[in-house]
């Protein structure tokens, strides 16, 4: 049977259709649904991303915002003990900086790690008298994992390589920010509501938006490795040009970890062919911030710990805790007065209350016209907007605009510029520079005795003829020269001391009156360093208007000068005179020492010559009236006086010549030799060759011969003690024609110059005026007292003494019948003749100069006697160590039976030799605060303090010991001072410059040092920017760092002697000794505080950091540490290096302690800031954003 059809379906259209539409719209159901879901799914994608996004912007703004709150705490920090002054808004200055607030308080430090300053810790970052810091952590530290297990261990914390944190419990601490600030979270609390760490809802303050943790690291007291270093290639004269400052550091030290070679390769790779050009024209005028082209640099720290890790440029990573990238200093000084004259001992007169006046311009105890010179240099500021004229190393002109409040000085002023003042006037620089920069012009004296010769004229004087003071400066709208510089940097109570102080009138007070005045002292000073810098030996001659008298202050150049002169009275042997004769004709002479104190040979010598000016008086009660028709002096007795101007030429060889105090001789005179003739007029001199010495029948002495002194010697006359010595030879014996022995040079243009006088200065009112003295005589008399007989005698000039005499060449007595007793005292009834002092050469008076370039305490007058050496006392050797038998341990002089005449501040004991010393035979004179002994002195020993009653030490003053060469400038050359004739490659150098007291140059190594400002006013880097880079803080903890510095620097410039790297490191570990508990609140610490800390006792004693007595008391190599460090360092300013971990997110709703942060994004920052220690200024700042 078949199938029946039902059984299978049949065709239907209408159910097709419907089926296929079932389909169609479950597709696009589908579609629809995969493209929701897509749209879902980039949605929540997009949302992720704009979260993520988001959050790592809120904690861009946590790390920002906390860097801000940094900074700002840091800055607040200056002011935690005394308010700035606010005088002018927006421009604070801090005036209380000392020691104890130089720096950042250290706050959660530790021992392992010398460079870290702060961190973020639960004890606030500062605190003070007046505020503390709020910049409070909480109690979570960073390696305590949040809520989502986000945590920052120790690894992470040392990368910057700065140092090593022991362990995770040294790490910083979190400090959270909320939205209206930052909090330790102490008093938030939990809960969703309420003003609690975690309620999110909009108008809660508290809410937690993010958490920040810092470590702050002193990177100011590291190597700029961008700058250290040099190549060892580099000569050593090449080096000690550069040593000043940093690219002349040594970077050989073991302990640093560089390759030097490979990182100057580096480095360098354009420059180091002419590294010294490279370092002495580029760097010095680019503030060492821009690159050379075709050179390499570090762009960041962390591309110099990159480079260090692949050890690249020749580093290591163990070299990284003592480098940086980044050191920045303010060009501009920062010191003010430390202390006050009674703080070490001096007088408590308020004129030298120096700390307290720092802020004192004409108020009491000053005026108007007596200003406060020595101010805290960024106190004193402009009053209005001014623009300001600057000038480069070439002379050119470029112009800055000031405003109200900005300091008056500005920048330090180059030395180089010191070049400009050329010995014939400008040289490289315009006139308007150099009177700009020096207020000098270049014109025709008015001295009178120099008509129509050009010298340097300083003109910015005040109406009392002083130098201006920085606020007079201020007012003007100027900048401060040179000069004026040099005053606010220089103590004033050590400047003007006057050897006749109380002294109103007469011979005395004239004599002194120049040494009253600050602003010649001042002159000089200025003069001596410009002397010093350039490289010929004509001495710099600064002519200014005093009171209306043109005075000259002059330079000093290694150049002789006059030591003394000695008038010399006797018969010639070529006349003797016979026994028992009642008449005789003696000789006058003048004759004159010269000395170069100098232990340096001058380069570019000038012609010299002597010349004698002014009236000799010579008179005596036993002159012949029938040929002396003139009676002079009180007694009317016969004499005559002559007027001289007479001059005469050195030879080349005596240009150089007398390098110890000697005798003028004729071998020393240019062209043709004098004979020995006596000027037929009275009023005349005449250069010639004397007669001879003593028992010599030659001397070879040139010296100016006087008319002849015709004597009558009575047989009935009375001789008593006073007619004994009665013969007179007076300088300057008319009262109009004051005497002078004047040295001179040649300039450049033809004229004679003086720059030296045996006394004074170019003013005649300082010459010898009425100033003399008395020689012995001795005629046949019969003495009443004694009822002697006396024979006829005059000292002889030599030859044989008459019959009967004999002559002790041991004592210099001259005795009649051999017999030696003094009749004086013990008179024979024999009728024997004695003289404790004969008239010859090497016996005679001598008007006589303690220092040939002081024009201070240099009149006074004394007779050669007694067991010292004669050849010592022909030559004007004034202290020997061979001739020091009693009275003479400690030189020539002593009291009145020796000095005549002296200045009147010293005591009854006058040995002048001393104040080459000044340190009353302490050996603690260097740091002791005693000045228990009066000005005037007692005893053997001569010294003197300064008008603020400071005992200053002179330059052997670190020497005690009398008997030995050693301190003694006159016999041994190492303690001679040295003049450089080359620019100054330190600041430090200025302590070479004489500042016209006897044997005292710029003081850089004790601690009543009024001089050590300079080492911070001046430089000798050219450039004129605002901020400079490359020093190191005198502060810092790193004794590797500070011994880089100090390896190789010349401690003796004659010799070229350098500081090993051994000595470098004992140095520098004492250093950071001493400041690990004394920090140097500005680089004159170094004189005042550092030098004397380095050895408190000196003389025989020797300290650990020096390798001998002679490195540790000559001033010119215990200086030489100053010398190294003080253009390479700074203290100003505060260079930081803030590492800043910030972190955005929340605590969540349920959140109940502090550590149950949610983290959501990071950000790590490390910012290099540099802030002004005086006006929390930020100077300079680079942010580095840091990749992990």
């Known amino acids: 049977m078949s199938r029946s059809p039902d059984l299978f379906p049949r065709r239907n259209p209408a159910r097709r259709t419907r089926g296929v539409a079932l389909i169609t719209v479950l597709s696009l159901v ?52 005394s308010a700035p002054l606010l005088d002018y808004p927006g421009k604070p200055v801090y005036t209380n900086v000392s020691s104890t607030n130089i720096m950042p308080q250290y706050v959660g430090t530790n021992a392992d790690m010398s460079n870290l300053v702060k961190i973020s810790t639960t004890t606030p970052p500062y605190a003070g008298t007046l505020s503390s810091g709020r910049l409070v952590a909480s109690s979570v530290n960073t390696s305590i994992a949040a809520a989502n297990g986000r945590f920052v261990d120790t690894n992470r914390w040392n990368l910057p390589q700065l140092g090593r944190f022991p362990g995770a419990t040294n790490t910083p601490n979190w400090i959270l920010m909320t939205r209206s600030g930052v909090t330790d979270g102490g008093s938030g609390g939990f809960g969703t509501t309420g003003n609690t760490l975690n309620n999110s809802s909009p108008g809660n303050t ?69 590294y010294l050009q490279y370092v002495t024209n580029f760097l010095a005028t680019n503030a060492g911030q821009t690159v050379y082209p075709g050179d390499n640099t570090f762009l960041s720290r962390q591309d110099l710990i990159k480079a260090a890790k692949d050890q690249i440029a020749g580093l290591t990573t163990n070299a990284l805790p003592n480098l940086t990238t980044f050191s920045r200093d303010r060009n501009a000084p920062s010191w003010g007065p430390m202390f006050n004259a009674s703080d070490l001992g001096g007088t408590n007169a308020a004129l030298y209350a120096y700390r307290n006046n720092a802020g004192i311009s004409n108020s009491s105890p000053f005026t108007a016209a007596n200003r406060n010179p020595n101010r805290l240099l960024p106190g004193v500021r402009f009053g ?33 510029r010191l070049a400009w003042v050329g010995p014939n006037g400008p040289d490289g620089a315009s006139p308007s520079a150099i009177r700009a920069c020096f207020g000098l012009s270049w014109g025709p004296s008015a001295d009178p005795n120099l008509p129509g010769v050009n010298v340097w004229k300083y003109e910015e004087l005040t109406a009392q003829s002083t130098i201006k003071t920085l606020d007079q400066v201020a007012s003007e709208g100027r900048a401060p020269n040179f000069f004026e510089l040099l005053q606010a940097a220089i103590l004033r109570g050590s400047l003007g001391v006057n050897g006749n102080a109380g002294i109103t009138s007469g011979t005395s ?152 105090p000697s005798t003028l001789m004729v071998s020393d005179l240019q062209g043709t030799k004098p004979v020995s003739t006596s000027p037929s007029n009275f009023d005349e001199g005449e250069w010639v060759e004397a007669y001879p010495l003593g028992m010599s029948l030659t001397t070879n002495i040139a010296a100016l011969r006087l008319h002849d002194f015709p004597y009558k010697l009575g047989l009935n006359s009375v001789i008593t003690t006073d007619r004994f010595q009665s013969t007179k030879v007076t300088l300057g014996y008319n009262s109009v024609s004051p005497f002078n022995a004047v040295m001179e040079f040649k300039s450049p243009s033809g004229a004679w110059i003086p720059y030296q006088f045996a006394t004074g200065m170019n003013n005649e009112l300082t010459w010898f005026s009425s100033f003399g003295g008395n020689f012995s005589i001795v005629s046949a008399n019969y003495r009443s007292d004694k009822k002697s007989s006396f024979a006829n005698f005059v000292s002889y000039l030599g030859g044989t003494y008459p019959a ?34 004969c008239n010859t050469w090497d016996r005679s008076l001598i008007f006589a100069s303690n220092d040939p370039r002081s024009t201070r305490f240099n009149a006074w007058t004394f007779t050669r006697r007694g067991s010292a050496s004669i050849l010592a006392t022909q030559n004007m050797i004034l202290w020997s160590s061979t001739n020091n038998a009693t009275p003479l341990e400690k030189g020539y002089g002593g009291d009145s039976s020796f000095v005549q005449q002296k200045p009147a501040i010293f005591g009854t004991s006058y040995l002048p030799a001393q104040l080459a010393r000044n340190n009353y035979g302490s050996d603690t ?177 020797l300290s650990t950091n020096f390798t001998s007595l002679d490195n540790q008391n000559l001033k010119l190599r215990r200086e030489a540490f100053v010398r190294a460090l003080i253009d390479t360092t700074q203290t100003r300013t505060w260079n930081l290096m803030i590492d800043i971990i910030a972190q955005s997110g929340r605590y969540g709703p349920n959140a109940n302690a502090l550590d149950k942060f949610i983290v959501e994004s990071e950000r790590r920052y490390w910012l290099h800031v540099a802030i002004d220690r005086f006006t929390g200024e930020v100077l300079d700042q680079k942010l580095e954003v840091v990749t992990e």
């Open 384 to 416: 209005s907007a001014n623009t300001l004229t600057n000038y480069t190393s070439t002379g050119s002109a470029e112009t800055f605009s000031v405003q109200a409040g900005d300091p008056v000085v500005q920048r330090r002023f180059p030395l180089s």
């Open 509 to 660: 007070y004239k004599l002194s009156i120049h040494q009253s005045f600050p602003a010649f002292q001042l002159l000089r000073m200025g003069a001596a360093a410009i002397d010093q810098a350039d490289a010929d030996s004509y001495p710099t001659v600064i002519e200014y208007q005093q009171s209306g008298s043109p005075w000259q202050a002059c330079g000093v150049e290694s150049l002789p000068g006059i030591i003394s002169v000695t008038p010399v009275l006797g018969v010639p042997y070529s006349s003797p005179q016979t026994e028992g004769e009642t008449s005789a004709t003696a000789a006058v002479y003048l004759s004159f020492n010269l000395w170069n104190p100098h232990r340096t040979t001058p380069a570019s010598i000038p012609e010299l010559r002597i010349r004698v000016r002014g009236s000799v008086g010579v008179y005596n009660m036993h002159g012949d009236p029938s040929v002396l028709t003139s009676t002079l002096g009180s007694k009317s007795e016969p004499g005559f006086s002559a007027d001289l101007d007479e001059a005469i030429e050195l030879s080349v060889a005596a240009r150089t010549g007398f390098t110890t």
């Open 206 to 274: 508290n809410f937690v938006i993010g958490r920040f943790a810092y470590a702050i690291y002193d990177t100011g007291g590291l190597l700029d490795i961008t700058q250290a270093g040099y190549p060892t290639t580099l000569s050593p004269s090449d080096l000690q040009e550069i040593k000043g400052v940093l690219p002349g550091t040594s970077l050989s030290d073991t302990n640093l970890a560089i390759d030097v070679q490979k990182l100057i390769a580096w480095r360098n790779a354009a420059t180091r062919s002419g």
């Open 925 to 1101: 004179a260097i740091s002791s605060t005693s000045n228990t002994v009066t000005r005037t002195g007692a005893g053997t020993d001569t010294s003197y303090t300064d008008n603020d009653g400071l005992r200053r030490t002179a330059d052997s003053g670190l020497f005690v010991d009398t008997s030995a060469a050693s301190g003694n400038p006159f016999e041994r050359a190492l303690d001679k001072p040295v003049i450089l004739n080359r620019p100054f490659r330190s600041v430090g150098e200025l302590g070479f410059v004489f500042r016209d007291n006897p044997w005292r140059t710029a003081d850089f190594f004790s601690s009543k040092s009024a001089d050590s400002a300079l080492l911070d006013v001046f430089t000798v880097q050219d450039s004129t920017e605002r901020v400079v880079s490359g020093r190191v803080n005198l502060n810092t903890r790193n004794a590797s760092v500070l011994k880089a510095l100090l390896t190789d620097a010349v401690i003796d410039p004659v010799s070229n002697t350098t500081l090993s790297a051994s000595d470098a490191e004992t140095l520098a570990g004492t250093i950071t000794q001493f400041t690990s508990t004394n920090k140097i609140a500005n680089k004159s610490d170094l004189a005042n505080a550092v030098s004397p800390f380095l050895s408190p006792a000196t003389g025989p004693t």
């Open 30 to 81: 589908v579609i629809v649904s995969l493209i929701l879901v897509a749209f879902v799914a980039a949605m929540r994608i997009e949302r992720t991303a704009s979260y993520s996004y988001s959050q790592s912007i809120t904690a861009e703004y946590v790390g920002v915002g906390g860097l801000r709150r940094i900074v700002a705490e840091l800055q607040n920090e200056m002011g935690k003990d």
């Open 804 to 837: 009967g005499w004999t002559y002790n060449t041991d004592s210099g007595a001259i005795s009649h019948r051999f017999n030696e007793t003094d009749p004086w005292t013990s008179p024979p009834s024999t009728g024997t003749v004695y003289l404790e002092q």
